[in-house]
């Protein structure tokens, strides 16, 4: 044989090969970028977050959204839906970003007629570049563009792991459930005392300015939350701040950096409070949550029985913020809880 002629049939296979491979991907499409999964079980965990969020945002039927960090991926949205109202699914990202919730809920909105967004306001996602992600995100998956999803159809990862997942569970069909289950890591850790293995107590060197983050977390509001709000007004937007164990505030007063965080609840309350499809909740001093340690993993995660609670009390504005005096008075006691700990040396409650 030629050379000629061989190399042409070589590359004739290999192109094939190529074309069989990306053919293959768009048909079975792991991640459900093109269609929802009906023969096979998605690999939705979190170690593929960034990747099936993609489909999820885009296929998955629903009317509403929990949006936010780890602190919200163990919430029920079946249990939202009946407290709340609507259909809800998670757009959550591990330790995500301000802009991470924003290139979910750009193409929450861009696919879905959205009712409301139940937001976890995590002080520590608000502090990064504009442009900082938790996380590599897989932008083509979340364009446009089809012919950028050459990345996808020709990645290592799901030819070799996604795709043999998804065979292995042919036949098998994703239900309801999957709404409560994906992402949630209840069950997998002790709670109590152990959670304290994150906390620090011992007095800072040094601190730094209450407005540290000011200027970053401001420019996060304006580029990545409020256009949102101002583009939606028919969608109600509730925000909430986390209820971090007190032993977290103290951590922070450890750090040097709890003047800087407690200043980021003010500048939140000012941003956001004076759009009439927002409301605001604070749980950060529901005192029989952040005080008692069977409630928590490490000083920053809670119990899958306190995100049931947040539903509750968000349906019934519990703990709704009606001025900026209610968000002062919480950080002073806030203040108080790690300046104590601080002084103790240690957990006191």
């Excluded at 200043?263 to 941003?271: H, K, Q």
């Amino acid at each position: 044989m030629k050379r000629k002629t061989w190399s042409i049939l070589c590359l004739l296979g290999l192109g094939g090969a190529i074309v069989f491979l990306c053919a293959l991907v768009i048909f079975i499409d792991p991640f459900q970028i093109y269609r929802l999964a009906t023969r096979y079980m998605p690999p939705i965990d979190n170690t593929t977050q960034v990747y099936a969020n993609a489909g999820i945002v885009r296929h998955y039927d629903y009317d509403s959204a929990i949006v936010g960090t780890s602190v919200t991926e163990n919430f029920h949205p079946t249990l939202m839906d009946e407290e709340l109202g609507g259909r809800f699914i998670k757009l959550c990202t591990s330790a995500g970003t301000a802009y991470n919730h924003a290139i979910l809920l750009n193409l929450a909105f861009r696919t879905h007629d959205m009712a409301r967004v139940v937001y976890g306001l995590d002080v520590y996602s608000l502090i990064g570049p504009l442009t900082k992600t938790g996380s590599d995100v897989p932008m083509y998956l979340y364009d446009d563009n089809p012919f950028n999803d050459v990345s996808y159809w020709l990645n290592r990862s799901v030819l070799g792991s996604f795709l043999p997942r998804c065979l292995r569970t042919w036949g098998e069909q994703q239900d309801d459930t999957l709404r409560d289950t994906m992402y949630n890591w209840a069950g997998r850790d002790e709670y109590g005392p152990i959670a304290l293995y994150t906390a620090s107590f011992t007095a800072p060197q040094s601190e730094m300015p209450a407005d540290r983050y000011t200027e970053a977390a401001r420019a996060n509001i304006e580029t990545h939350i409020l256009p949102f709000i101002e583009e939606h007004p028919q969608t109600q937007f509730d925000f909430f701040f986390p209820p971090y164990s007190a032993a977290e505030w103290a951590t922070m007063k450890s750090k040097g950096t709890l003047e800087a965080m407690l200043t980021l609840r003010g500048l939140c309350y000012d941003l956001l409070s004076g759009y009439d499809n927002v409301t605001l909740h604070d749980f950060t001093v529901r005192d029989d949550w952040v005080l008692d340690l069977s409630n928590y993993k490490d000083t920053l995660h809670y119990g899958e029985w306190i995100n049931d609670e947040i539903t509750r009390c968000i349906a019934t504005g519990a703990y709704a913020v009606s001025s900026r005096e209610q968000i002062d008075a919480a950080s002073q006691t806030l203040r108080a809880w790690a300046e104590a700990q601080i002084e103790a040396g240690g957990w006191i409650f």
